[in-house]
C-alpha cells in the first residue's frame, strides 16, 4: 500500500483525548546510527498478529509522526523472525501517542520498559538530532513522515504463543502508555477441522434471485 | 428515576440526561471516540452504573462518568464493525462482541484480552453480500449458553459461553432473523425469534421453530423483539414496511406472543422502528427509535408512547441505564 492511516488517541497533559487521522507516506527506522525508509505495507496497528514459528523477536520502540498540532510521540513494536534484519519486521504500531511538545523538555528523562528491562530515551539518539539528520537540519518533520526508534536492548526473544508489552513512562507528568501485543503461531489453526465457506439465503421457500 | 439514555448512531454516541428530551454529544475534539465513528451498539450492565460499551467502526471503546469521555479497548476488530455487545449479566468482565462480517469476538477480562470465537457463520450472503451479527444474548436459566441471531444466516446458540455454535434454524421460514426473545415457566421454555418474515415461536429450546402469522401487522418486516422486563409475559415488537423502510410501527402481546395489539405511536413514522431498549431497573421506561432517527418513550411498559422532540441521523440502537 501507498500510506498508512494511523488512528492514534493522543493524550495530552490533562488526560483529554483527542483522534486525529494521521496519514504516513514515509517511515524512517532507525536503529543506532543509520535511518532507513522502509515499506509502508509493514505497518499496521493490529493487536493480535500471527508469526513464524520458531524464535520471534519483538523489539520495543517510539514513533515520531508529523502533524499539524505537534508531532506525536507513540510506542511501536517490531516483530521479525530470529536472525532476519530489523529492517524487515513487522511495524505495529499502538494507537495512543503523546505529543512530543509535552515532553520536549525532558524527553531524556522519559523510560520505555519491555521484558523486564528498562531504558531512558536520554541514552538514544534525540528527536531533536533524528529530525536534523533526517530534513538536512530541519527542526520539524515533513508532513507524512514518521521516524522509528527501535531499542534493541529491550528486546525480547519469544515463541508464539506470547504476549509482548511495552511502557513509554513520563516521569514528570506521571503518565504512561503500554503497548501490549499478542503473538500466535503462523503454523496454529482455530479450527480443529476447519469448515468450507458457506452462503446463505434469508427466505427459504419460492423463487429467489441470486446475484451471485 | 435518575438515568441516562444512550443512542448508537451514525454519527457517534448521544446521550440524555433528561428522560430523552435532549441529547447532545460529548464534546468533538475531546471525547475520545473517533469524530467520524459509526456506532452500532450501546451496552450498559447493571454493575457497572455509568459505563456503556460502544462498538464501531474504529473499534470498541468504554465510556465511564467518572473519565467523561470515551476510552478505546485495543481489541482484533478495529478493521470490522462492531454490531453488537453483550455482557454476561453475572459477570461485566465476561463481554461478548458481534461483527460484520458475522464473527464473535470474546473478552473474560473486560477487554484485555480476545478470542475469536468458532463461528461457522455464512461468509456470503443473499441480498446483503455479507453476514451481520444482529443480536447476542446470554441465555435467562443456562450460565454457558449464549444465543445469537444473524442476518442473513440465522439462530446460533453456544452451549461452551461462545467458543463454539451450532445452527438452530429448523423450522424458519426466513434465515434474516434479528433479535431474541426468552420466557421460562414451570411449564417449559419460550423463546421467540423476529426476522424479515415475521416472529417464530421455538417449545423445545430452539431445536425447532414455527412461523406465527401476526395479521394485525400489515407488514412482515420484525426487528427488535423485547420482553418487557418485569417478570411477565408482556412482549414488544418493532416492525416496519422493509429495511429501512418508510414506515414503522410497535405491537404489543400479554402472552408472549400468542395475540398481537398495535401501539399508537406518534405519527407520521418516518421508517422502520429498528431499536427498543428496556432496563430491568424499571420495566416501565422503554425507548424506541426509527432507523432515521425519531425517538420514542414509554413510561407505563409499552402502553402509550410520546414522541421526542429531538431526531437524530440514523439510530441504530438506544439504551438506557440508571446513573
Known amino acids: ?212 | 428515576m435518575d438515568y441516562t439514555a444512550y443512542a448508537a448512531t451514525m454519527q457517534g454516541v448521544w446521550f440524555s440526561h433528561d428522560q430523552g428530551e435532549n441529547w447532545a454529544r460529548l464534546l468533538t475534539p475531546t471525547g475520545g471516540m473517533y469524530n467520524e465513528a459509526r456506532v452500532w451498539a450501546v451496552e450498559t450492565h447493571a454493575d457497572r452504573p455509568g459505563e456503556v460499551l460502544a462498538g464501531t467502526d474504529q473499534g470498541l471503546y468504554r465510556y465511564t462518568s467518572e473519565a467523561g469521555r470515551f476510552d478505546y479497548i485495543p481489541s482484533p476488530m478495529d478493521s470490522l464493525h462492531i454490531l453488537q455487545i453483550a455482557r454476561d449479566p453475572r459477570d461485566a468482565k465476561f463481554i461478548v462482541c458481534g461483527t460484520r462480517p458475522g464473527e464473535i469476538f470474546l473478552s473474560e477480562d473486560d477487554g484485555e484480552s480476545w478470542t475469536r470465537s468458532n463461528l461457522n457463520a455464512a461468509t456470503e450472503c443473499w441480498f446483503i453480500n455479507t453476514s451481520r451479527v444482529t443480536s447476542i444474548k446470554f441465555d435467562p436459566a443456562e450460565r454457558d449458553t449464549i444465543w445469537i441471531t444473524i442476518e442473513i444466516d440465522g439462530v446460533f446458540k453456544s452451549t461452551d459461553r461462545g467458543r463454539s455454535w451450532e445452527l438452530a434454524v429448523e423450522g424458519i421460514v426466513d434465515r434474516d432473523t434479528h433479535d431474541l426473545v426468552f420466557y421460562d415457566s414451570p411449564e417449559g421454555r419460550t423463546v421467540l425469534v423476529s426476522t424479515e418474515e415475521g416472529v417464530h415461536r421455538s417449545m423445545d429450546n430452539g431445536a425447532t421453530w414455527v412461523h406465527e402469522p401476526t395479521d394485525v401487522a400489515p407488514f412482515v418486516y420484525f426487528r427488535s423483539l423485547k420482553l418487557v422486563p418485569d417478570g411477565g409475559t408482556t412482549v414488544l415488537a418493532s416492525v416496519g414496511d422493509k429495511p429501512s423502510g418508510e414506515t414503522g410501527m410497535l405491537l404489543l402481546s400479554h402472552d408472549l406472543g400468542k395475540n398481537w395489539k398495535p401501539l399508537d405511536v406518534p405519527g407520521p413514522v418516518n421508517s422502520t422502528i429498528w431499536t427498543i431498549g428496556t432496563n430491568p431497573a424499571d420495566p416501565k421506561i422503554i425507548f424506541a427509535a426509527t432507523i432515521f432517527g425519531q425517538i420514542f418513550r414509554s413510561t407505563d411498559g409499552g402502553e402509550t408512547w410520546a414522541k421526542m422532540k429531538r431526531e437524530l441521523g440514523e439510530i441504530r440502537m438506544i439504551a438506557w441505564a440508571p446513573n
Open chain 1, 1 to 212: 500500500m501507498s500510506l498508512f492511516l494511523f488512528k492514534p488517541h493522543v493524550v495530552g497533559p490533562k488526560g483529554d483525548i483527542t483522534t486525529p487521522d494521521v496519514i504516513i507516506d514515509k517511515l524512517y527506522v532507525s536503529d543506532g546510527d543509520d535511518l532507513a525508509p522502509v515499506p509502508i505495507g509493514r505497518i499496521s496497528s493490529e493487536v493480535k498478529i500471527p508469526v513464524e514459528s520458531g524464535l520471534v523477536v519483538a523489539t520495543p520502540a517510539f514513533v515520531l509522526t508529523a502533524i499539524g498540532g505537534g508531532t506525536l510521540f507513540s510506542p511501536a513494536m517490531l516483530v521479525n523472525a530470529k536472525g532476519d534484519p530489523l529492517r524487515t519486521a513487522e511495524i505495529l504500531m499502538a494507537r495512543k501517542a503523546w505529543r512530543h511538545a509535552n515532553l520536549a523538555e525532558h524527553e531524556a528523562d522519559v523510560t520505555m520498559a519491555a521484558s523486564g528491562k528498562d531504558a531512558t530515551l536520554g541514552s538514544l539518539p534525540g528527536s531533536g538530532e533524528l529530525i536534523a539528520k533526517l530534513t538536512g537540519g530541519g527542526d520539524a518533520l515533513p508532513r507524512g513522515i514518521a521516524i522509528l526508534v527501535a531499542v534493541s536492548g529491550l528486546a525480547a526473544e519469544v515463541t508464539a504463543p506470547a504476549r509482548v508489552e511495552m511502557q513509554l513512562r513520563d516521569p514528570r507528568l506521571d503518565r504512561e502508555l503500554t503497548h501490549r501485543l499478542d503473538l500466535v503461531s503462523v503454523a496454529d489453526d482455530r479450527w480443529e477441522d476447519r469448515p468450507g465457506p458457506r452462503y446463505t439465503f434469508g427466505p427459504q421457500h419460492g423463487d429467489l434471485q441470486h446475484y451471485i
